[in-house]
């Protein structure tokens, strides 16, 4: 009997999974609807700038150890860039003022004591706000731990945590953005160091991926989309795809890392994610003058943080809901104008791609998030990954990756004494 495990999705929990299983002698079969790997961190030429962009700025931090596992596993840990120090500048365009945060790099925050290391306006004991947090407050949101008031919050935690939960910070649970603070911020700047796929989102993230499985004999099939799961007793028995059925031996296995939606939809009864929030991206083709620093975070505009790239300007917008339907001429302008007023920039927009993820992510609230399903199922050769499963983090990279981790995880604990020897 040939033990497999089928992967259902290739964005970056399937990848995850699949490249887990297939580096430890697994057979792999990973299939995609779509004709493309990569999910929702994909890149593409886009014709209008005529140059690689990726769909938006995916940021992650120094301290997410799955991501530094994932790399290294794909043979793709140099393709990540950013800062030597942990430093995050701030422009405050309601009063044209910058200021840089400065984090030391051990964990103890001796850097709060410092005036010029730490939000203008602020004093050390504020940042007792940052030890609230990072307790566990079960089905809480963040409104219910802190104030959400004053400079720290609104210069520092603010733009910090929206851009974490992808969702307005006071509505958003407190517990994942205490598993954020505990990962990056309480462990020390060297756990907080931003970090920028280099030179695109496929070429960091998804093309090494591909390339690993290959070279581990995995089998891809992009374009096949899952129609149906055949569930009989305990477990899944048969894949329907547009293109045939499947069936699966009892001793192989499935790990189903879609959107949670696609999930709803050959799980019936499956409780999920139903609400979502958007995240928006606007990419300018400009060239930036030198000495920009590589990520600025804007305070009292439309654009939330900008990305200076050798080729390009970007900007990012999370929990951009209440934009998704703005005329994208008015919509340019209003973000042009927060790049050049921040960095001094003369002129009209330059050309500029409108980039709308209009489910980015679940809504990390306490009711979205006592909705996430564990990976395993009540089928016993059915798992679940997803940066929407309960992962404990919010809809991250990071988080995708941990789950796919899990999935696999789970796939090889099945009691089947043949894995040892599949594997061996």
């Known amino acids: 009997m040939t033990m497999r495990v089928h992967v259902i999705g290739a964005g970056l929990a399937g990848l995850s999974a699949a490249v887990a299983l297939a580096t430890r002698g697994i057979p792999v079969e990973l299939s995609e609807a779509a004709a493309q790997a990569g999910g929702r961190c994909r890149s593409y030429h886009d014709a209008r700038l005529g140059m690689m962009i990726d769909n938006g700025n995916h940021l992650v931090l120094s301290g997410n150890a799955a991501v530094g596992r994932y790399l290294r596993a794909i043979g793709a840990g140099d393709r ?9 500048p701030f422009h405050d365009l309601r009063s044209g003022k910058g200021w840089t945060v400065r984090p030391n790099a051990g964990p103890l925050p001796w850097w709060v004591l410092h005036p010029g290391r730490r939000v203008p306006g602020t004093q050390p004991r504020d940042y007792l706000a940052l030890a609230a947090l990072a307790r566990r407050h079960p089905g809480k949101r963040i409104g219910e731990v802190l104030p959400c008031q004053g400079p720290l919050w609104e210069r520092l935690l603010h733009p910090f ?29 060297q756990a907080s160091l931003p970090r920028i796929a280099t030179p695109s989102l496929a070429a960091a993230f998804v093309d090494p991926a591909l390339d690993r499985l ?44 879609v959107p949670p939606w696609v999930a709803q939809d050959l799980l019936p009864g499956l409780a999920a994610p139903d609400a979502h929030r958007a995240i928006l991206n606007a990419h300018f083709r400009l060239a930036p003058p030198p000495g920009l620093p590589p990520m600025l975070g804007l305070i009292g505009g439309t654009a939330e943080w900008i990305f200076a790239f050798p080729d390009r300007l970007s900007v990012t917008i999370s929990a951009a809901d209440s934009l998704l339907d703005m005329e994208t001429d008015t919509l340019i302008a209003r973000l042009w104008a927060d790049i050049a007023a921040a960095h001094r920039l003369p002129g009209p927009p330059p050309p500029c791609r409108v980039v709308k993820e209009k489910r980015a992510t679940f809504a990390a609230t306490p ?28 809809a991250t990279i990071e988080g995708a990756l941990r789950s796919g981790e899990t999935a696999a995880a789970l796939a090889l604990s099945l009691p089947q004494p043949a894995w040892e020897a599949v594997a061996a």
């Open 161 to 189: 945590l929206l851009a974490a939960l992808n969702t307005a910070p006071e509505e958003g649970t407190a517990d994942l953005a205490g598993a954020v603070i505990r990962e990056t911020l309480a462990r020390g700047g």
């Open 214 to 257: 290959r070279l581990a004999g995995a089998t891809l099939r992009l374009g096949r989309r899952l129609r149906a799961l055949e569930l009989e007793g305990e477990r899944v028995a048969a894949l329907a795809f547009a293109d045939g059925t499947v069936p699966l031996a009892p001793d192989e296995a499935l790990v189903l890392a």
């Open 367 to 394: 009711a979205q998030e006592a909705r996430r399903p564990p990976a395993r199922t009540r089928w016993r050769n059915l798992f679940l990954a997803g940066d929407w499963t309960a992962t404990g983090l919010p």
């Open 80 to 88: 990540l860039t950013g800062p030597a120090r942990p430093e995050f």
